[in-house]
């Protein structure tokens, strides 16, 4: 264990680190310091219990910065790892998207160029054995798959993978590698001159891969885009301001960030961006945050494009890292950003972290989710945009400018249960692989396959029948019209996934969304031009 001397010095840093952020060294008295540290002395002196003051510390560190704001953290040297490797775009590892299903690992597929696709792994495969430990059962968990399949790339794990129907293992010795981590889940023409990106987080790699997806669709005739922002919940700062700059014109304000002890700081569009021209359309919802907000607020405040959805999350903090000996660190918020209207998109915190975070199921209950008569603004929130004077709020999120309600009746129970324990993945996988040439010599893209391929009520009840085998699921909603064809779509999705890619899934779903249709239509009508929308 560490000494109780090292536990107050490493305290006591990190007081001084949260000090200097929020405003000076001058702020912590001695006479705070000593009282601290007496209390630290009578814990050890007098606790019922011996200590592990490197845990001890932790919690401290921890507890001090959940009482400042919801999004000051301290993060171990692990958690500082794991939580930087999906924005810094990729890890080392076999290359394989899974689900843990009936306490086994599925493979749903392997990462296109990957150490698994290379030796053969495909979609539906069960891991049951790594490195000759049993890798099924209710130990496995995501972290024992993480621990087991990611390492140093060069090394080896061998694999047993047992298909259905097979009577003996398969084992594979696979070679780790440097996998990326793609931050833009699909790219599609929507008609024969909009395009459409979802963009899953602003990643060190999200300006490259998005400045491709544009000159792809570019090359297939788009003059328009859709940028679909939903559930995205933020990344890098200085991406989102790279990302804006593409659409707007030189010398416009992107966002400013202002702090106690952090002097304003603007940050401004130059003349690079490759689509200064065209409809844009950006869509949003409650789990937008962050980079999703500054890229939708700039869009809406020039007036460069409308934005379509929900009210987002409502995150406008800025949090900087201050790194500690132990290569731990503490991510402290230390500015505010402003959309270029001067709005604050944060939403209030002055009750607790819980009740934060509740904000989420107390908009479902208030049913701002499902009509938009249900959110209110006042008028000290009220700002105009730079070019054309429309009225927009700030204080909680960007507001759309066209609202688009959460369709609550399409989720069924039985749906629920069914995505849950795995059932439609499981069921698409096994489909695709009994099918799989048919399928592929039946339809050669995914246009073709969204135009012809349909789930009859034949299939639905091969559906049904394998939940009651397998799962010991009944459908209790099958009278619910609305809640069938969902489940349709989800399914002919998860063909598309496995026959094709992830981003077939997104197109096939995407044809139904609500979002997805008006987003086309106020590109398609007159409403751009009515609104003065600069494109």
């Known amino acids: 264990m560490k000494t109780l001397k090292h536990m107050t010095r490493l305290l006591t840093l990190t007081i001084l680190l949260v000090s200097l952020a929020a405003s000076s060294f001058s702020q912590v008295s001695q006479e705070q310091m000593e009282k601290l540290q007496r209390a630290l002395q009578f814990i050890e002196f007098a606790y019922i219990e011996e200590l592990d003051d490197e845990k001890l510390v932790e919690d401290a560190i921890r507890g001090m910065l959940r009482e400042l704001d919801p999004h000051s953290r301290y993060l171990s040297a692990d958690e500082l790892r794991r939580a930087n490797e999906p924005l810094e775009g990729s890890f080392e590892g076999i290359g394989i998207q899974f689900d843990l299903i009936n306490d086994t690992i599925v493979v749903v597929s392997p990462i296109p160029g990957g150490p698994s696709e290379k030796v053969g792994l495909m979609p539906g495969d069960k891991i049951v054995y790594i ?241 938009p008569e249900n959110i209110t603004f006042p008028d000290s929130l009220k700002y105009s945009t730079k070019i054309n004077g429309r009225a927009v709020y700030g204080g909680g999120g960007i507001m759309p400018d066209f609202f688009t309600p959460l369709d609550t009746a399409e989720v069924s129970d039985y749906y629920s249960r069914m995505l849950r324990r795995g059932v439609l993945n499981t069921f698409g996988i096994e489909y695709t692989n009994r099918n799989r040439q048919t399928l592929s010599e039946q339809y050669d893209n995914v246009n073709d396959f969204i135009e012809n391929f349909h789930v009859d009520e034949a299939l639905i009840d091969s559906l049904r029948n394998y939940a009651a085998d397998q799962h010991d699921l009944v459908d209790d909603d099958n009278d619910n019209e609305k809640a069938v064809e969902h489940i349709k779509r989800q399914l002919k999705g998860q063909i598309a996934r496995n026959l094709f890619d992830f981003s077939a899934y997104i197109q096939v779903v995407m044809q139904h969304e609500n979002y997805f249709k008006e987003a086309i239509r106020i590109i398609e009508d007159d409403t751009f031009e009515q609104l003065q929308i600069r494109y």
Request: hydrophobic share 35%; no cysteine.
């Open 131 to 371: 490195n000759g430990e049993e890798s099924y059962g209710s130990n496995v968990t995501n972290e024992f798959v993480q621990q087991k399949l990611r390492g140093e790339r060069g090394t080896e794990v061998e694999v047993s993978i047992h298909l259905t129907g097979a009577a003996e293992l398969l084992d594979f010795s696979i070679t780790r590698d440097k996998i990326p981590i793609h931050s833009v889940d699909a790219a599609f023409m929507a008609t024969p001159e909009t395009g459409y990106i979802k963009i899953n987080r602003f990643a060190r790699t999200t300006l490259r891969e998005v400045r491709d997806a544009i000159s792809d669709l570019k090359s297939e005739g788009m003059t328009n885009l859709i940028v679909d922002l939903n559930y995205n919940s933020g990344g890098y700062l200085d991406v989102a301001i790279d990302l804006t700059d593409e659409f707007l014109e030189r010398d416009q304000l992107i966002v400013y960030t202002e702090g106690h002890a952090a002097p304003r700081q603007e940050f401004k569009s130059t003349s690079r961006g490759n689509f200064k021209e065209g409809k844009v359309v950006v869509l949003i919802n409650e789990g937008s945050a962050s980079a999703s907000e500054i890229f939708a607020g700039a869009i809406q405040d020039w007036d460069r494009g409308l934005i379509v959805g929900r009210r987002s999350f409502g995150k406008g903090l800025v949090q900087r890292p201050f790194e500690l000996p132990d290569e731990s660190a503490i991510r402290l918020t230390t500015a505010q950003y402003h959309t270029p209207t001067g709005r604050s998109i944060q939403k209030p915190y002055d009750e607790g972290t819980d009740q934060y975070y509740a904000d989420l199921s107390n908009r479902l209950s208030s049913g701002e989710l499902v009509s």
